[in-house]
Nanobody
């Protein structure tokens, strides 16, 4: 089983930056596609970004494109989300997820989920 743990969340002012991390404990981490999702109060879980198993391909939601960067370090079994030029609407719980069989942009494409880390952006 793959256990995913997010860290690095916190409170920042609009325009600031924050980098969150997700570390996996399973042996298969380096073979998984990884994704970041977020969920604001009263909202559904929203796709943010994804990266393929080797880190050679990335994809972003339009709402974060140009501001967020996803990356991974398979030697550390860790995926990162660097968030720049943060806006109040970025406030949400951020979840990382692992896709064991395929890459995708939907919740159903992922098999393991972390507990989430809170990111709060103040204006």
């Amino acid at each position: 089983q793959e256990q995913l743990v997010e860290s690095g969340g916190g409170s920042v002012q609009a325009g600031g930056s924050l980098k969150v991390s997700c570390t996996g404990s399973g042996r298969g981490f380096r073979t998984y596609a990884m994704g970041w999702f977020r969920q604001a109060p009263g909202k559904g879980r929203e796709y943010v970004a994804s990266i393929n198993w080797s880190g050679t391909y990335t994809h972003y939601a339009d709402s974060v494109k140009g501001r967020f960067t996803i990356s991974r370090d398979n030697a550390k079994s860790t995926v990162y989300l660097e968030m720049n030029s943060l806006k109040p609407e970025d406030t949400a719980v951020y979840y990382c997820a692992a896709g064991t069989t395929r890459w995708g942009l939907t919740i159903s494409d992922y098999d393991y989920w972390g507990q989430g880390t809170q990111v709060t952006v103040s204006s």
